[in-house]
Structure formats: C-alpha cells, structure tokens
C-alpha cells in the first residue's frame, strides 16, 4: 500500500489487490479406513450442524454397514 508522499519506482512491482472467493462447493465428508483401504465414507448434508446427534448417526450407519 502507498504511503502519501511516499515515492515508488517505476520498476516496483504493483500492489496486488486479493479477490474473495465465494465458498459455494464447501461440503463436510466423514471417511474412516483401515490399512486395507476405504470403510466407510458418509457426507453431511448443507447447513446441517455437527452435534452429538450427527455423530451417533454416523456411527450407526458405520456399524450397520460392518455387519
């Protein structure tokens, strides 16, 4: 950023003005494996919390899907 009275050289690079990126594709992916590979993999849906609620679920499907 230029300081008032302050002088920059033609050769300085300009200032870069950073660009906000709108986080539209930001999803939440619970994956649990062994050393054998992928076990299970389960996605939260948007604007869903992560509570205690969600975690049972998750282990529930989890265990449904050993068995």
Known sequence: MAVKGMVSHKASPREKKFKGALLVGII???VIWDEK??????FLPRATAVNSDHCNETLKSLNANLC
């Open 37 to 42: 590979g992928v076990i299970f993999v389960n």
């Open 28 to 30: 939440m992916v619970t």
